[in-house]
Structures are given as structure tokens and as C-alpha cells.
């Protein structure tokens, strides 16, 4: 079925097969604003728009809501679908609230209002998915929207039945006239309903009256994914649509300058032309196989980088010297660290025991989404339209904008289902690039980019290196910390104007460390920034991958100096916050911490309050892993993992992001490493850039600790205690200290 946007204000294109949509009075479409239709669902939104004859037979409530006649209600979701549940979860909550008939309904993803826009992650207001910020940002606002067309079809139920609507509810897509119990569906209310001015500030529903919120309904979009009609931006099929290959230049920063067989490519089987962009040349051809055979062919010569010769020796010896710089920007002093430590030192405090140091090291990582980044794209010369595994439509709306002197509303975004992003699709450069290349054959063209390319010329998660010293009392716990972070910093690179405001320090070098969730009462951290010219951007959980595994290895070391066992350790640390102990408390009682273990099984814990950016959420997440070294090969058996994020909207949409999270995780923690040689990235697909193999997945299991606060971030928050967790059971079962990542497989036990 189309996955396309559909204008009102154009009205029928026969290029690109849209169909216009009745618009009603709130204007559903209005003014270059878009809505993709449904692609995945028994009714796609420009199907049922319209009848036969012309005749509107779907109906707008809201931004949010459509029904139709028969009852089918079309529920719109701003938010991309990555995987992460949003495609069942935020229909969900709109359904409860609305008393819709959750058999009645379907999904179809919208774009392009404010309504559809949030204000979040240190970004400016725009419509993305990121952070792990949709259901904290929407819960509310759909809420509201189910509340609102609720509020309608019971005024319409109550009008039609000539009674007060106090006299009326509704439940599952009816209204019931409660003396009497007449009944009309939302299907026959719904031309009254529209016409009924929604209420600002509509009742909503108290949490004992919830039908479908905190249910473990099935995905909505699995059956499409699973007999393969649900459509990725790989699909994508446009009238007159060309497809273009990407090559990229050896080393990172190339630019091409010209190619010197331009005229025997360009004679090449189905080739149409030859583009060169800012950063790559793009074959266009008739298929891809053909673009792709002639970008092999291609010689380029290419404008290589000055000083671009560094590698990751260099860039690990300039972290190691930072750890050691006089010049750190202090992110956080409580209490008065330097006192302290210059007392333990001088053996001055009668209260200080040891001083414990360790420094840690984890590389660049990328993305690597299944689905390679690709886009298609058709330049007209009034507007521009886009169809992809788009991650930002408003950062594609904005580039194109620039890139072309149009108007933002001029881009139109269809967003497909993303094969994987992890953040790696917010980035626009793979659109720009279809962009260039429809300019200039002046057809619509899909450019793929390949698997090889897109990990040597991606957007990779910073290294970083860390030094953790702490003073410990005579009770063992640490009386004084300092955490120095070093390293690439993102904000630096992508945010300068926020990373200045700051005051010269990245937050998301020091997530989890800068905002300590742990009783020190002298602590100092500090950062130094050390840039290098490789293009950095947001993956999954971003900074807390590397912080949380610094910290929370030098906590199960602590733990270790004084003879505690680490789980009670943490508990003595966090006494001050019963959110934080009580799922403590349920990992360990999941995983029988303090009983008796198998002969051969060594545990690590590891916790993280995981707080969204610029404070958006707080999620707590307790981990305890358990493995074996068998043949002289880990094998990890065996995860529990507890999580706070709130009251669950759908427990089992939660038990997959932390199922996923863990297994994304484990490929970090034993696999993940980008490494540099003469400015270019040596790893090039999965051969030497492994996933996690399915036998090496371990047993997951999930405790959703009950919680009364708001739905909480979930989809990142599974990872960070991974890494640290698995290094202190490898220490329990091979009694070395690790402290780079990625951590080795193999050991000589």
C-alpha cells in the first residue's frame, strides 16, 4: 500500500500517486502540511478518505484522530518506529483514553504540525525521535487528544438521544445512554462529533479506569514485519525513479575533485549520469546493481585533508596525557575534594584508609543499522519530497530548505518504517545526497548507501578515557571522588554554542557522573575536551555507554578494596533514595544474589540512574549478569535486569527495549570497536565489525519495578549497566581487572 504524505493544497499528483484528503474544519492537511498514509493496515488514509463519488467518508477530531463511517478509527503517530514499540505504545494510550475499540483501530504516521513537534534533548522544537524521549513528551499530550475526541462523541451520543451528557459514557468506540442503555457506535456519531468544538482542558480519565494502558497488547505492526509487506525505505518504489550509488574517498574529509574515467563510466549498461557531491560521487543509473558496478569503476581523484594521517594510537596516547592535564573544566565540586585527597595523601585524616585509582578506555563505535542509510528523493522546482528511514523530519525539512532556498513547508517527508537507526538516521547526509543527484538527472532517485561506506564515512560515538580516584573511610565507602573524563567531546563538535554555555564541559561525557546519584560527600569532576577530525553524532545512549561503565567499574572496585560485597556496597551509597534501592532490591531478588551459586557462575552487578537530557526523565536500572568461562570462551548465561521507568504503558513493549538494549549492549561490550589508520576507518562491515551471534544471546529476564510516576524514558536505558556489570563477573572468574572496552572473549583459565 502508499506510504505517502498527502497535500490538500496540491490535490491529486499523478507523478507521486498521492490522493487528496477531504479537509475538514480543523484542517487535518493544511498548507504544505503533510500526513503519511497507513501502509501496514487493512485501510491505508488515502483509501477510505474519500468514496467512490467524491464524498468525504473519514472525518477529522483532531490532529490526532480520524474515523471513519463504519467505526475504523485512524490513530496518527508523530513518532518514527525504530524498533523501540512507539507504532503500539503511543496508540495506546490515545485508544484508552478515547474508549476506542483497539480492534477498530490503525495507525498511520504524521508529519509536519506542531502538535507533532517537541521541545526536548537540548534540541530546538521540532518533530524527531531521540533520546528516548517519546513517551515522556507524548503521554500527556495523547492523553489529552483521546480525552478530547472522548469528550465529542459523548456530547454527539447525548444530543442524538436528547440528554443531558452527563447521563451518557462511552466504552469500547460506543456511546451508552446510561438510564436507558441505548447505545450509538462512533461511527454513526462521527459527522456530529466533528462538528463539536473540543475541549481545552478535557477530564481525563483517573488510573482505576484505564482499559489499555499498562496491557501487554501484542505489537500492531509485527504482522506486516513479519510477512514482509510492511515497507522500509529500501521498498520505496516512486514513478520514474532512478537509483544512485555512493562512492566515498579513502580517507574521512575527502572530497572529490573529478573523475578521471568519467566518459567510460557514463557508457557503462543503465548508467544515466555521474554527480559529484560536497563529500562523494554518486553514480546514477537504471538499477542500483548497474550504479553500483559503475561506482566500483569509477576513478576518482580526491582532495584529501591536511594533517588527516592520525590513527587510534595517537588518538588513545592524547587521552592518556589529558588524564593528566593541569587545564580541566570542573563540571561538578561538592564539599572540598582537594583537601581531602591532599590530606589522605599526607596521611593528615584519621578517618582515611586507602586511596583507590584506576583508569578506564573505550574506543569510537558506529551504528551499523541493518538497513543501510538510503533516501529517496524528487526535486521539482517548486517543492522537494522525501521518502525514507527518517529518524528528524524537521532537520530533512530544515536541510533541504537551506540546501535549495525553499521554503521549510516545501519539503514534504513520507517516513517509512527504519531497518535500525540508534541515531545514525537523524543525520541528513544520506538525503542530501538523493537530493544532488535528483537536481541533477531531475527525476526522483533512491540513493543507498553501502553497509561498507556507511561505517567508514558514518557518525561515530566518541572514545573516552577516565581516571576515577576515591579516598575511603574507615568503613570502606568513599569519602572522597574525583572522576576526570576526557575524550572527543560530542557537543563540542555538534552543539559549540550549548558546550561554551556550559562552561567549557559536555554533558554527555559525564552522564551519570557529573548529576552522582551516590552519597560522596567530597566530589570533584572535571573533563578535557580532545578534538579530533573524525564526524561524531548521537547512538544509543550516547555518553552513559562509556560514563556508566567508568563509574560503576570503579564502584565494584571499591567495593572490592573494602571487602563489601558490591550490591550491599551500592545500597549503603543510594540509603538516601528508596527509588534506587527498591530496584536494587528486585534484581537481587530475582537473581537470588545472596543465595547459593552454581559451581562456575560468576555474577557482576552494576546500576544507573539513567536521567534523560536536560533532565526530562529519571529511569533506574539495576543489572546483574551471570556467566562462565567454558573451552577458555565467556559465556554470558543468564541477564536481570530491574527498571523503574514509571508506570508502564505496555509491559511487554518495556521487556523488549530491555531484551534488545541488552543484546545491542553485549556487541558493545565484547565487540564494538572503530578503529583509525591513516585517517580512514579500518573496519568495513560485519566481518571485522561483528554483531552479537544469536547463540551468544543470553537468557533476559525483566522485572518492571510497580511505580506511580509518570511513563518514564525506556529504550536506552538498558545498555549502560551492561559493560561494567559483565567486567566484574570476568574479574570474579578470571581475577583480572578490565578496564577498556571491548572486553576480550577468551581467557587462559
Not at 300 to 325: R, Y
Amino acid at each position: 500500500m502508499s506510504q505517502r504524505n498527502t497535500d490538500a493544497t496540491r490535490g491529486h499528483r499523478a507523478q507521486s500517486g498521492a490522493v487528496a484528503a477531504s479537509a475538514s474544519r480543523r484542517g487535518f492537511l493544511k498548507r504544505g502540511l503533510a500526513i503519511v498514509g497507513s501502509f501496514i493496515l487493512p485501510l491505508s488514509f488515502s483509501e477510505f478518505a474519500k468514496a467512490s463519488d467524491g464524498t468525504a467518508h473519514s472525518y477529522e477530531i483532531n490532529d490526532w484522530v480520524r474515523i471513519d463511517a463504519s467505526g475504523h478509527i485512524v490513530i496518527g503517530l508523530s513518532q518514527a518506529e525504530v524498533g523501540q514499540g512507539v507504532y503500539t505504545g503511543l496508540p495506546q494510550v490515545l485508544a484508552d483514553e478515547m474508549d476506542a475499540d483497539w480492534q477498530k483501530v490503525s495507525v498511520t504516521f504524521v508529519t509536519g504540525r506542531d502538535a507533532y513537534r517537541i521541545d526536548a534533548a537540548n534540541e530546538m522544537p521540532q518533530q524527531f525521535v531521540g533520546a528516548s524521549m517519546s513517551v515522556t513528551m507524548f503521554y500527556e499530550r495523547l492523553r489529552i487528544a483521546g480525552a478530547q475526541a472522548r469528550a465529542a462523541f459523548i456530547e454527539a451520543g447525548a444530543r442524538r438521544f436528547k440528554v443531558r451528557s452527563t447521563q451518557c459514557t462511552a466504552a469500547k468506540g460506543q456511546v451508552v445512554h446510561i438510564p436507558s442503555g441505548r447505545a450509538l457506535s462512533y461511527g454513526e456519531l462521527v459527522v456530529d462529533a466533528a462538528k463539536i468544538p473540543l475541549p481545552a482542558h478535557p477530564r481525563l480519565k483517573p488510573e482505576s479506569a484505564h482499559k489499555l494502558i499498562g496491557q501487554p497488547l501484542h505489537k500492531l505492526d509485527a504482522p506486516a514485519k513479519v510477512n514482509g509487506s510492511a515497507q522500509y525505505g529500501l521498498d520505496v518504489q516512486v514513478p520514474g525513479m532512478l537509483a544512485g550509488a555512493v562512492k566515498m574517498a579513502p580517507t574521512l574529509g575527502g572530497k572529490p575533485l573529478r573523475v578521471t574515467n568519467s566518459d567510460a563510466v557514463r557508457k557503462m549498461s543503465g548508467v544515466v549520469d555521474t554527480v559529484l557531491a560536497r563529500d562523494a560521487l554518486i553514480v546514477v543509473a537504471e538499477t542500483y546493481w548497474q550504479a553500483k558496478k559503475a561506482c566500483d569503476a569509477a576513478e576518482v581523484e580526491w582532495d584529501t585533508p591536511a594533517g588527516g594521517a592520525f590513527d587510534s594510537a595517537t588518538i588513545l596516547s592524547e587521552c592518556k596525557g589529558a588524564l593528566q592535564s593541569d587545564h580541566a573544566v570542573v563540571a561538578t565540586r561538592i564539599g572540598d575534594p582537594d583537601a581531602r585527597f591532599s590530606g589522605a595523601q599526607s596521611n593528615a585524616h584519621a578517618d582515611a584508609r586507602t586511596i583507590v585509582q584506576a583508569d578506564y578506555h573505550t574506543p569510537y563505535i558506529v551504528h551499523a543499522t541493518m538497513e543501510p542509510v538510503n533516501a529517496t528523493v524528487h526535486v521539482r522546482d517548486d517543492e522537494i519530497e522525501v521518502w525514507g528511514p527518517i529518524q528528524g523530519q524537521d532537520k530533512v525539512r530544515w536541510t533541504m530548505a537551506a540546501m535549495f532556498k525553499l521554503p521549510a513547508d516545501k519539503v514534504i517527508v513520507n517516513t517509512t518504517f527504519l531497518g535500525g537507526s540508534f541515531g545514525r538516521k537523524y543525520v541528513p547526509d544520506f538525503v542530501v545526497h538523493a537530493a544532488v543527484a535528483s537536481k541533477a538527472v531531475k527525476r526522483p532517485v533512491k540513493v543507498i548507501r553501502s553497509r561498507e561506506d556507511d561505517i567508514q564515512h558514518g557518525f561515530y560515538r566518541p572514545c573516552a578515557s577516565a581516571r576515577m580516584r576515591a579516598v575511603l573511610g574507615e568503613d570502606g565507602m568513599p569519602i572522597v571522588l574525583h572522576a576526570r573524563v576526557v575524550g572527543h567531546s560530542l557537543y563540542k563538535s555538534i552543539k559549540p554554542d550549548y558546550f561554551e554555555k556550559a562552561g567549557g564541559w559536555d554533558e554527555t561525557m559525564l552522564d551519570g557522573i557529573y548529576d552522582l546519584c551516590y552519597g560522596v560527600p567530597n566530589l570533584l569532576v572535571d573533563s578535557v575536551s580532545v578534538p579530533q577530525p573524525i564526524p561524531v553524532s548521537f547512538m544509543r545512549s550516547v555518553g552513559s555507554t562509556s560514563s556508566v561503565f567508568f563509574l560503576e567499574s570503579f564502584i565494584n572496585e571499591l567495593a572490592d578494596t573494602a571487602g563489601i560485597d558490591p550490591l550491599r556496597y551500592r545500597r549503603t551509597l543510594l540509603r538516601h533514595d528508596p527509588l534506587s534501592l527498591a530496584v536494587l532490591d528486585a534484581a537481587a531478588a530475582k537473581a537470588n544474589w545472596f543465595g547459593k551459586r552454581a559451581p562456575g557462575l560468576h555474577r557482576g552487578v552494576a546500576f544507573c540512574l539513567y536521567t534523560g537530557r536536560g533532565g526530562a526523565f529519571s529511569t533506574y536500572v539495576a543489572t546483574i549478569v551471570e556467566l562462565r568461562i567454558v573451552n577458555r570462551r565467556v559465556k554470558v548465561e543468564r541477564v536481570v535486569c530491574a527498571v523503574d521507568c514509571g508506570r508502564p504503558i505496555n509491559p511487554m513493549l518495556i521487556q523488549e527495549m530491555i531484551e534488545g538494549g541488552i543484546g545491542f549492549a553485549l556487541t558493545n561490550t565484547f565487540k564494538s570497536e572503530i578503529t583509525f589508520a591513516k585517517g580512514a576507518v579500518v573496519q568495513s562491515n560485519f566481518a571485522d565489525y561483528p554483531l552479537l551471534n544469536l547463540s551468544e544471546m543470553p537468557r533476559v529476564e525483566t522485572v518492571i519495578v510497580p511505580s506511580d510516576r509518570v511513563p518514564q524514558g525506556c529504550g536506552e536505558v538498558a545498555l549502560p549497566p551492561v559493560a561494567p556489570a559483565v567486567a566484574a563477573a570476568l574479574f570474579r572468574a578470571t581475577g583480572q581487572r578490565l578496564r577498556s572496552m571491548p572486553l576480550p572473549q577468551s581467557f587462559d583459565v
